[in-house]
């Protein structure tokens, strides 16, 4: 079974909106990740966000950044962690983010 016409509108949308704001080139898939892949992490992560947040009209009070993201700059004992495996941050790709702007929210359900 094939994904409607609306569907496909809709994550070509969700694909646009990630390379425009990441003035990333692409291409991109579905399992992209915007932190490992494209390299957004602290502010502008929270930008992008609330932007995907405005943009496709979704309910982000499920959401927790600090999963996904790490904060501003280089924090020494953060990046021993991450380097330690004690601080791995989880995925967020472009599915998550087409699948968030499909129902209008963040899933609770998510490890997010």
């Given at each position: 079974?094939?994904?409607?016409?609306?569907?496909?509108?809709?994550?070509?949308?969700?694909?646009?909106?990630?390379l425009t704001?990441?003035?990333?080139?692409?291409?991109?898939?579905?399992?992209?990740?915007?932190?490992y892949?494209?390299?957004?992490d602290?502010?502008?992560a929270e930008k992008?966000?609330l932007?995907?947040?405005?943009?496709?009209?979704?309910?982000?009070?499920?959401?927790?950044?600090?999963?996904?993201?790490?904060?501003?700059?280089?924090?020494?004992?953060?990046?021993?962690k991450?380097?330690?495996?004690?601080e791995?941050?989880?995925p967020?790709?472009?599915?998550?983010?087409?699948?968030?702007?499909?129902?209008?929210?963040?899933?609770?359900?998510?490890?997010?």
């Amino acid at each position: 079974m094939g994904a409607s016409s609306s569907d496909e509108a809709l994550y070509d949308s969700v694909v646009q909106f990630v390379l425009t704001q990441t003035g990333t080139s692409g291409p991109l898939s579905r399992s992209t990740e915007l932190a490992y892949d494209l390299g957004l992490d602290g502010c502008d992560a929270e930008k992008f966000m609330l932007s995907f947040q405005d943009r496709f009209n979704v309910d982000l009070s499920h959401f927790n950044f600090d999963l996904h993201f790490g904060g501003e700059g280089l924090r020494l004992i953060g990046f021993i962690k991450t380097i330690l495996g004690r601080e791995k941050k989880l995925p967020l790709t472009v599915e998550m983010l087409y699948a968030a702007a499909k129902e209008h929210r963040w899933p609770a359900t998510a490890a997010a």
